[in-house]
């Protein structure tokens, strides 16, 4: 399981890749972030806040696993989840 704590923020134009079985973002993501998200079997999604720009993408590891669960807070302005 990847936590990124509240008091952790995601902002401007970074980029972060990460491949786990949970991801838990409960700081803000913010600016142009953008986030990749590569779920393994069983995988679990919760985001806390997004605002402005920022982007969530996820998709699973394998065709054959089952779906993704996905917890969305507060997601504003033009910040988006998208799942490929």
Do not use: F, H, Q, W
């Amino acid at each position: 399981m990847i936590v990124l704590e509240s008091s952790g923020r995601l902002t401007d134009r970074s980029t972060t890749v990460v491949t786990a079985k949970r991801l838990e973002i409960a700081g803000k993501m913010l600016g142009n972030s953008r986030l990749v998200a590569t779920l393994t079997t069983d995988g679990l999604l919760k985001v806390t806040a997004a605002e402005d720009n920022a982007t969530l993408t996820y998709k699973k590891a394998a065709e054959s696993d089952p779906p993704i669960t996905i917890e969305k807070g507060a997601i504003r302005g033009g910040a988006k989840v998208i799942g490929e």
